[in-house]
């Protein structure tokens, strides 16, 4: 067990150490105040894009499975859908590009009620 600890403490140890270095003499040491602001704004659109990137994956997944899951209810309601790999992956395929559509389409409505406000 003290082997462990030992092991984590040296590692702790080594990162800090390296953190230490970065900051005092590496690449981040010639920031300026004017980098600073610009490091800082790409640091927030990198996190913003990967939160709307993963949103979208998330989405597109949940997207999928509900068009997997769609010929599998259509035959337990009665209707004659064979559930075969190939006719799952038409409705997932289906499914995505039904919603593709309709983000676009949304994208195009929220254009179009810009334009289309008129000021009182």
Do not use: D, W
Not at 16 to 39: D, E, H, K, Q, R
Not at 59 to 83: D, K, Q
Request: aromatic fraction near 12%; charge should be positive.
């Amino acid at each position: 067990m003290s082997e462990l600890f030992g092991i984590v403490t040296g590692m702790a140890s080594s990162v800090g150490n390296m953190a230490t270095n970065i900051i005092s003499g590496g690449f981040l040491s010639g920031i300026t105040s004017v980098n600073t602001v610009f490091v800082l704004a790409i640091l927030a659109m990198f996190i913003f894009v990967t939160k709307r990137t993963i949103s979208t994956v998330i989405t597109f997944a949940m997207v999928s499975v509900a068009s997997a899951a769609f010929p599998v209810v259509l035959n337990y309601l009665g209707f004659s859908i064979p559930i075969t790999m190939q006719t799952i992956v038409f409705f997932v395929i289906m499914g995505i590009a039904t919603f593709i559509v309709f983000i676009i389409g949304r994208y195009i409505m929220k254009i179009l009620g810009v334009f289309g406000k008129k000021e009182k």
